[in-house]
Nanobody, 116 residues
């Protein structure tokens, strides 16, 4: 079955860190442009960051630049999102998505709550 499964979300205090994982099955992540997208409560989708097929380039949004880092482990067929210096405005449902041109595949999401 072709799918993406996110994990690692939870409750964290402002200034804290979390690492999200996105495990792929049914395809190899090196074939895809991998992204993280989030949706805050009551808001629309916001692209967070992306990494290309060989991992040589990443494309973080300005809102997370310097705080969030996307990486991939092709051997484990997994993409990660390291989130540091978390803020309350980072509270959202985080989705992992794979893109091949106009085709795409999304996971079910993992929830991140930043609160004291």
């Amino acid at each position: 079955e072709v799918q993406l499964v996110e994990s690692g979300g939870g409750l964290v205090q402002p200034g804290g860190s979390l690492r999200l994982s996105c495990a792929a099955s049914g395809f190899t992540i090196s074939s895809a442009y991998m992204t993280w997208v989030r949706q805050a409560p009551g808001k629309g989708l916001e692209w967070v960051t992306a990494i290309d097929g060989d991992g040589s380039n990443t494309y973080p949004a300005d809102s997370v630049k310097g705080r969030f880092t996307i990486s991939r482990d092709n051997a484990k067929n997994t993409v990660y999102l390291q989130m540091n210096s978390l803020k309350s405005e980072d509270t959202a449902l985080y989705y992992c998505a794979a893109y091949w041109g106009i085709d795409n595949l999304w996971g079910q999401g993992t929830e991140v709550t930043v609160s004291s």
